[in-house]
């Protein structure tokens, strides 16, 4: 029995406070993750892989490649962090690696001066008959020309800033891709340090990690004249 209707209007306004509460929870949740979940990529892939990041001058306005390096550790896969003037010994370090079968997956980040180096480091491991798999450049300062082969470049920068689109040269293979950044709210100090940019960095080294049982491109014979001519012709000056 339910007199005057009282336990009838209870339980109904129970239900609704119960619906509302939910719909509360499901908002709540999608603001707090608005971007779906990629896969991480498995732990044999990730210890094969070695990504390298070059910081630009004075080794102070790239930390936001420390952060990057450390999301990925976290994730399994091997890191270093390295002013950009390291690039050539950095080179024959991931060719031992990778000729010792230690490496099968070469990731190259820089920024800055440090991505202004990522077409030098990438000549030099050509001319050492190993590919890259991936390079992302962050707002390369100074003209920069992409002579050889990485299976894919991204250069990420800004276009009404001092960075410049990366252009390939004749002979060029791989993909090449100019993400103009511009009206983001980034800047060249900060373009290493923004939340979004790190992600997607991130998110394009585990797809290139998943992606790493294809075939590699095939890389120049090591010590090609070509090659050699590539690198001086890409070594920029240096900010």
Same mark, same amino acid.
């Given at each position: 029995?339910?007199?005057?209707?009282?336990?009838?209007?209870?339980?109904?306004?129970?239900?609704?406070?119960?619906?509302?509460?939910?719909?509360?929870?499901?908002?709540?949740?999608?603001?707090?993750?608005?971007?779906?979940?990629?896969?991480? +990529?498995?732990?044999?892939?990730?210890?094969?892989?070695?990504?390298?990041?070059?910081?630009?001058?004075?080794? =102070?306005?790239?930390?936001?490649? $420390?952060?990057?390096?450390?999301?990925?550790?976290?994730?399994?896969?091997?890191?270093?962090?390295?002013?950009?003037?390291?690039?050539?010994?950095?080179? $024959?370090?991931?060719?031992?690696?990778?000729?010792?079968?230690?490496?099968?997956?070469?990731?190259?980040?820089?920024?800055?001066?440090?991505?202004?180096?990522? +077409?030098?480091?990438?000549?030099?491991?050509?001319?050492?008959?190993?590919?890259?798999?991936?390079?992302?450049?962050?707002?390369?300062?100074?003209?920069?020309?992409?002579?050889?082969?990485?299976?894919?470049? =991204?250069? =990420?920068?800004?276009? $009404?800033?001092?960075?410049?689109?990366?252009?390939?040269?004749?002979?060029?293979?791989?993909?090449?891709?100019?993400?103009?950044?511009?009206?983001?709210?980034?800047?060249?100090?900060?373009?290493?340090?923004?939340?979004? =940019?790190?992600?997607?960095?991130?998110?394009?080294? $585990?797809?290139?990690?998943?992606?790493?049982?294809?075939?590699?491109?095939?890389?120049?014979?090591?010590?090609?004249?070509?090659?050699?001519?590539?690198?001086?012709?890409?070594?920029?000056?240096?900010?």
């Amino acid at each position: 029995m339910t007199p005057n209707g009282r336990h009838t209007a209870g339980a109904s306004q129970l239900s609704a406070l119960r619906v509302w509460a939910m719909g509360l929870l499901l908002l709540s949740a999608v603001a707090i993750n608005p971007t779906p979940v990629r896969a991480a +990529p498995s732990q044999a892939a990730a210890a094969t892989t070695h990504v390298y990041l070059l910081r630009g001058v004075l080794n =102070i306005f790239s930390l936001g490649l $420390d952060t990057i390096g450390a999301r990925l550790q976290a994730q399994g896969i091997p890191v270093t962090v390295a002013n950009f003037v390291s690039w050539s010994s950095l080179a $024959d370090e991931a060719a031992a690696a990778y000729r010792a079968g230690r490496l099968k997956t070469i990731v190259l980040v820089g920024h800055s001066s440090g991505a202004t180096a990522l +077409p030098d480091m990438i000549a030099k491991l050509n001319q050492l008959g190993v590919p890259v798999k991936l390079a992302i450049g962050l707002d390369s300062v100074f003209k920069t020309k992409l002579s050889t082969g990485a299976e894919r470049y =991204i250069n =990420i920068y800004i276009g $009404d800033g001092p960075g410049e689109p990366v252009r390939a040269a004749a002979g060029f293979r791989g993909k090449l891709d100019n993400v103009d950044v511009r009206g983001s709210g980034v800047g060249h100090i900060s373009i290493d340090k923004n939340e979004a =940019i790190q992600r997607r960095v991130i998110a394009e080294i $585990d797809a290139a990690i998943m992606r790493s049982r294809a075939p590699a491109l095939p890389v120049a014979e090591r010590g090609a004249p070509g090659q050699a001519r590539a690198a001086a012709a890409t070594a920029p000056a240096r900010n």
